[in-house]
């Protein structure tokens, strides 16, 4: 089992940055290709950023490439995503996924445990 708690949501203004957390227990979180997505009112969870196990391979939505980043720690079993230049369009509740086992997973079926999730609110 995999326990995420997500955290460093809150309100901010368009331009501004905002670094999320995820905690994690339970697995290994070495063993873990991790994953950040979002989903916005009226639509379905949207792929963000993911990292492999080792942190070695990241990707990223089109949407927030070069504005985003995803990182880990493990040591700490903690993933982060710092985001800057926040637009408006990326008022969400963001959330922090698992991939018990995967080396490096990019789509929702692949994540198997999910965080609470953090609501991001950018004002324009």
């Known amino acids: 089992q995999v326990h995420l708690t997500e955290s460093g949501g809150g309100l901010v203004q368009a331009g501004d940055s905002l670094r999320l957390s995820c905690a994690a227990s339970?697995?290994?979180?070495?063993?873990?290709?991790m994953g950040w997505f979002r989903q916005a009112p009226g639509k379905e969870r949207e792929f963000v950023a993911a990292?492999?196990?080792?942190?070695?391979?990241?990707n990223y939505a089109d949407s927030v490439k070069g504005r985003f980043t995803i990182s880990r720690v493990n040591a700490k079993n903690t993933l982060y995503l710092q985001m800057n230049s926040l637009k408006p369009e990326d008022t969400a509740v963001y959330y922090c996924a698992a991939a018990p086992g995967s080396y490096y997973a990019t789509t929702g079926p692949q994540y198997a445990y999910w965080g609470q999730g953090t609501q991001v609110t950018v004002s324009s």
């Open positions: 339970g697995r290994a979180f070495s063993s873990n290709a």
């Open positions: 990292i492999s196990w080792s942190g070695g391979l990241t």
